[in-house]
């Protein structure tokens, strides 16, 4: 389940259940999300982008929902492993072509 | 090859000390960033050079100065830090600001240990 307070929002699932990390987005303008993965200990990993003019892709094993409607994104997870444990950012581009971060979602997977 | 490098992968400093982080790209990408991270937040952007110009100084302090010697690399000197300095400090690249839109794609960053 999730837990939201002081520290990151925590998804933990079992290892081989699908997972849905959220993000809520502000700028309606923004035409370019993307998702990063970062491990403890290392710099955010690119997983997977959409732009605005679309609002379903897919990729390895993921897949990314953009809903303009209510400014919501979410990246799926198939199938997931104890490798995919990490911490999950959405991010948005808007003016300028700058990156704005959402706080992250850490995920635990349980063997 | 999607590969940013940084060096060195840790550094602890002295307030009075003089340091610098290094940032290296060979993917022809024609703008670098510089981002602080803090524990269990996202990264926060401090500078953007787009064509080894900076274009982007997100009111960061003057202890921190940034160096683009040309379109590979990107410096970052340090002087005079304060402890609340301390952070992972990330260096991103993007093929083109002009061009929208577009991923950046980051280095493993350097965990600053200010004392």
């Known amino acids: 389940g999730e837990s939201v307070g002081l520290h990151l929002p925590t998804l933990s699932v079992q290892e081989g259940d699908n997972s849905i990390i959220n993000c809520a987005y502000s700028?309606?303008?923004?035409?370019?999300f993307i998702w990063y993965k970062q491990e403890s200990g290392k710099g955010p990993q690119f997983i997977i982008d959409?732009?605005?003019?679309?609002d379903k892709r897919q990729g390895q094993r993921v897949t990314v929902l953009l809903n303009k409607t209510v400014k919501h994104l979410s990246l799926q997870i198939a199938a997931t492993q104890p490798g995919d444990s990490a911490v999950y950012f959405c991010?948005?581009?808007?003016?300028?072509?700058?990156?704005?971060f959402g706080g992250g979602t850490r995920l635990m997977v349980k063997p | 090859d999607t590969e940013v490098t940084q060096t060195p992968k840790h550094l602890v400093m002295g307030m009075t000390n003089k340091k610098s982080l290094k940032c290296e790209q060979h993917m022809g990408h024609r703008a670098m960033y510089w981002y602080k991270q803090k524990a269990k937040k996202p990264p926060e952007l401090m500078f953007v050079?787009?064509?080894?110009?900076?274009?982007i100084n997100e009111s960061v302090p003057s202890r921190f100065s940034p160096e683009c010697p040309n379109s590979s690399l990107l410096n970052l000197h340090l002087h005079a830090l304060q402890p609340e300095d301390s952070a992972l400090y990330l260096c991103a690249s993007s093929q083109d600001r002009s061009k929208s839109p577009e991923t950046q794609y980051f280095g493993p960053g350097t965990r600053l240990l200010v004392l």
């Open positions: 991010a948005e581009n808007n003016a300028g072509n700058m990156l704005t």
């Open positions: 959409i732009r605005s003019n679309m």
């Open positions: 700028n309606s303008a923004s035409d370019y």
């Open positions: 050079y787009s064509y080894e110009k900076l274009s």
